[in-house]
């Protein structure tokens, strides 16, 4: 998304839903020009597949984000890490400035140049779990000085309290000591009790406000929060389409290799069961195995950016996981549409408009369910995507064996029988050949065919009248078990920390 895109995502859902939409954006546009970022609204930010704004840029976005609602004080953790000089320079100067707002920042940093130390109005240098010193970066010079620790001439007061404060793993014993030695020695001083004195002052005229008087912005509501998310999810997938430009590619690529392999497949009565059974197979299997493996990188892709924004309260979990669901399905749709339009009547498939759009159905229903799947891995591993790559072909291979090709249904065991009704290849199978198959005149040399394809589903334990009942609402069925799941699973690791 663009820079105030961003900005208005968060103020959406945020800020008071009752605030007019307008008044939203107008805070927004403020908010970006108080962080120095309005000549860069309109640009992406970017990701690891497309360019966008600097780093700088970023942190100060990250901070607008959360000057929204006005906070009184403001917790940054390492802000200046990864960025050169200039940049964290200024981003500590728009942190004075917001000061001067009556915002109070604590922020944490690791080793500032001398000119970012002093722009910090106080400092406090902590050591093994101590404060070594707390107050202004001119008194913490001093009170080395009068420790004993003075800070050479021309030398960053930061590194002299670094390397002062440091353990040195060869010496640990006597820096350790070096370490207490101060923490002692500033709990004696007078910069030490000039903190207590103020902290007694404020906490004399401080008053907790009365619980009645305390009030928090509204949370968007459910609806907002997963039309907000769609949005998002469709405006990124626009934007960067080279995933789904691949994932087209390869479909089409796909059916044009199927398309080849098969063509003008016969309805020959001596090939026409191993041939079509196989190419039905193949169909079922690949369009699967695409869906499984797309939806199971998902979520992981997601997985820390969601986990920021949910335990930032921007939205809850069931509505950006709704809006996965629901953005996937317009992709999942057109690829398949495209394929069949590619292969189906390449391959010698039943000329019927209605055979079409039944197989269409049967492919796009097995799919979705292999997206459910797909995403109950990736919900289940979380960020870790080789993970989510490797379970796929791994759960994969026990449904596959029961999908009743390579093994009758009669014969198989009664203790595998789990696998076997667990198995949405099956029920997608099931329908693709009931489809193909229910009343198929096959060909015979100068002879009427003792039969047709209805004793082919016959003869392979499939019964000829099931096309949709039970197979289409048991697919349905293991989908959704496995989206409750995969919403279960993700609920919770996205609530740890």
Not at 246 to 270: K, M, Q
């Amino acid at each position: 998304m663009t820079v105030i895109e961003v900005v208005l995502f968060y103020a959406n859902l945020k800020l008071d839903p009752r605030i007019p939409s307008a008044t939203k954006e107008s805070m927004a546009h403020k908010v970006l020009q108080k962080v120095g970022l309005s000549s860069v609204k309109n640009t992406l930010v970017g990701n690891c597949d497309i360019g966008g704004i600097s780093g700088g840029e970023k942190t100060r976005l990250a901070v607008a984000t959360q000057l929204l609602l006005g906070p009184s004080l403001l917790f940054l953790d390492e802000v200046t890490s990864g960025l050169d000089t200039f940049m964290a320079e200024s981003i500590l100067k728009l942190m004075q400035e917001l000061t001067a707002f009556g915002c109070t920042i604590l922020c944490t940093i690791h080793q500032p140049a001398s000119e970012l130390y002093e722009l910090f109005n106080k400092v406090c240098l902590v050591t093994e779990g101590s404060i070594a010193f707390l107050g202004s970066h001119k008194n913490a010079l001093a009170l080395f000085k009068e420790a004993g620790y003075s800070c050479p001439p021309y030398h960053s007061p930061a590194d002299h309290f670094i390397y002062t404060l440091a353990i040195n793993p060869n010496d640990e014993d006597k820096c350790s000591e070096r370490c207490s030695d101060i923490v002692q020695f500033y709990r004696k001083s007078r910069f030490f009790d000039d903190i207590l004195k103020g902290i007694e002052k404020n906490s004399s005229t401080f008053k907790l406000s009365d619980s009645n008087d305390v009030k928090t912005p509204s949370n968007a509501t459910f609806w907002s929060q997963f039309a907000e998310n769609v949005g998002r999810s469709f405006k990124e997938t626009h934007r960067n389409p080279r995933s789904i430009r691949l994932r087209f590619i390869a479909g089409i690529i796909l059916s044009i290799i199927i398309g080849v392999f098969y063509f003008n497949t016969s309805n020959d009565i001596s090939t026409v069961q191993a041939n079509k059974c196989g190419l039905i197979f193949l169909i079922v299997l690949t369009s699967s195995v695409r869906s499984l493996n797309f939806c199971a990188m998902t979520i992981p892709k997601e997985f820390f950016t969601t986990q920021r924004e949910y335990q930032n309260k921007l939205y809850t979990t069931l509505p950006y996981f709704l809006s996965v669901v629901l953005c996937e399905m317009p992709y999942l749709v057109a690829v398949n549409f495209i394929q069949h339009l590619i292969f189906y009547f390449a391959v010698g498939l039943k000329w019927e408009a209605v055979a079409f759009f039944n197989a269409l159905c049967c492919t796009i229903i097995t799919s979705w369910t292999s997206c459910c799947i797909g995403w109950f891995i990736g919900a289940m591993v979380g960020p870790d995507q080789s993970m989510a790559v490797q379970l796929s072909g791994s759960l994969l291979m026990p449904f596959f064996l029961f999908a009743g090709v390579l093994k009758s249904d009669r014969d198989t065991p009664v203790y595998l029988f789990p696998f076997k009704y667990l198995s949405w290849l099956r029920y997608g199978f099931t329908m693709m050949m009931v489809n193909e198959f229910k009343d198929m005149e096959l060909e015979c040399e100068d002879k009427e065919c003792p039969y047709n394809g209805t004793t082919i589903l016959l003869n392979m334990g499939i019964n000829p009248d099931e096309l949709w009942w039970p197979n289409m609402p048991a697919n349905i069925i293991i989908g959704l078990g496995f989206l409750v799941m995969a919403w279960s699973m993700f609920a919770h690791k996205t609530a740890r920390r």
